[in-house]
């Protein structure tokens, strides 16, 4: 092909489109055998082009979709698809375990996949931060429960949940504040609510954890349960010397030890981080609206840690479509029972412990309180002067 012709085609919008336009138009006027030295083609190629358009008047390319595919889904599978998305989110692997134990439809996740990208129901990959894996811990002779994420979440959070909810939540008075104990090997996890933040609050919530496991015997007398938070006044603050003492003070008695991730480094809890996600879209916007109280807000909330723990699978590092209790008793000895995975979810406010040395507990909210009387003062103020 001549270099002026090339520049040319290569600016265009359809290069392709083009070139067979250009290629038709030369034959017709050239003949076959000097369009193809012409276009650096064959002539077969050239002759293909020409009867094409001559026969249909474009060249336009055909689909190359198979005449027959035996093993295409049916329309209703297609939609069972469809729907079964827009209802959970789920990914292709999820979707695939969660068709075949539903609706007894078994189809592989790549076909799932082909299906979503049909219907135009594929997110855009976004690239994420990397989520540290704890490999000292994870990767080196490290046992379940011995390398624990333990995390805050704010669900009165109007960003995920929406005014509608977080106001429901805030008429019946429903704890605000859910503490989760997560393992990072297994991702068997516990919950815990308070309407408040406090230390010791937060020392209740590990100690019963830790305990919990330890009754169970899922950890050896001489491991240490190392438990990873940040840097929140709820697990001791920012004051080295203050988390130092809670482990010598409360948490060596129990085998475990406090430590805390880097600053800045939000993702070394990344596990836990993700689990608060999968609590938003599958137990907090499906049932919020339907609590009726506090007794009924953690009834749901232990059917919730049930099934997460015992019937969930999960597709993250190691795990295979596993569930955590799955997970669990593959990398313990000997296995734990099904009881191990239903800790209840309890309301923390109202655990009277006391610990050594009487710890009263840092309040995170009494750093409030003169902010809020002092906007109740100004709001009678202009009730009775307005």
């Not at 189809?107 to 135009?120: A, D, F, Y």
């Not at 190392?226 to 948490?251: A, C, H, K, M, Y």
């Amino acid at each position: 092909m001549c270099p002026k012709l090339y520049y040319t085609l290569i600016r265009s919008e359809k290069p392709k489109h083009d070139m067979r336009k250009k290629l038709i138009q030369h034959a017709l006027k050239h003949g076959i055998r000097d369009s193809a030295r012409t276009f650096g083609c064959s002539r077969n190629t050239v002759r293909r082009w020409l009867r094409r358009y001559q026969a249909e008047g474009h060249v336009q390319e055909r689909s190359r979709r198979p005449k027959c595919s035996p093993n295409r889904l049916s329309p209703e599978q297609e939609e069972h698809i469809v729907v079964a998305r827009k209802r959970t989110g789920y990914g292709p692997h999820r979707l695939s375990d969660y068709l075949r134990r539903t609706e007894g439809i078994d189809i592989s996740p790549w076909t799932i996949r082909n299906v979503l990208q049909s219907h135009g129901l594929v997110r855009k990959c976004t690239k994420r931060r990397s989520c540290y894996p704890a490999h000292w811990a994870l990767e080196r002779g490290g046992k379940p429960f011995t390398f624990v994420q333990a995390d805050v979440k704010d669900v009165h959070d109007k960003g995920t949940l929406g005014t509608e909810r977080t106001t429901h939540l805030s008429r019946l008075g429903l704890p605000r504040y859910q503490w989760t104990f997560l393992d990072a090997h297994s991702r068997v996890r516990f919950l815990a609510y308070s309407h408040e933040l406090t230390l010791h609050g937060g020392l209740v919530f590990l100690s019963l954890c830790v305990r919990w496991v330890r009754a169970y015997g899922v950890v050896r007398e001489n491991d240490i349960v190392q438990i990873q938070t940040d840097w929140g006044v709820e697990f001791g603050g920012d004051n080295p010397q203050n988390v130092l003492r809670l482990n010598r003070e409360v948490f060596e008695a129990l085998g475990a030890r406090l430590c805390r991730y880097p600053k800045g480094r939000k993702q070394y809890n990344g596990r836990v981080e993700r689990s608060h996600r999968t609590d938003d879209e599958e137990f907090y916007m499906p049932t919020l609206l339907n609590v009726r109280g506090i007794d009924d807000y953690l009834q749901l909330a232990y059917q919730w840690v049930t099934f997460y723990n015992l019937h969930r699978p999960h597709y993250g590092a190691a795990m295979e479509g596993r569930t955590p209790m799955e997970q669990l008793r593959r990398l313990v000895s000997p296995q734990p029972p099904d009881t191990f995975a239903m800790f209840p979810p309890l309301l923390l406010d109202k655990i009277p412990i006391c610990f050594p040395n009487h710890y009263p507990g840092h309040h995170v909210s009494a750093k409030y309180s003169r902010q809020i009387r002092l906007r109740s003062l100004h709001a009678r103020s202009r009730r009775v002067f307005v």
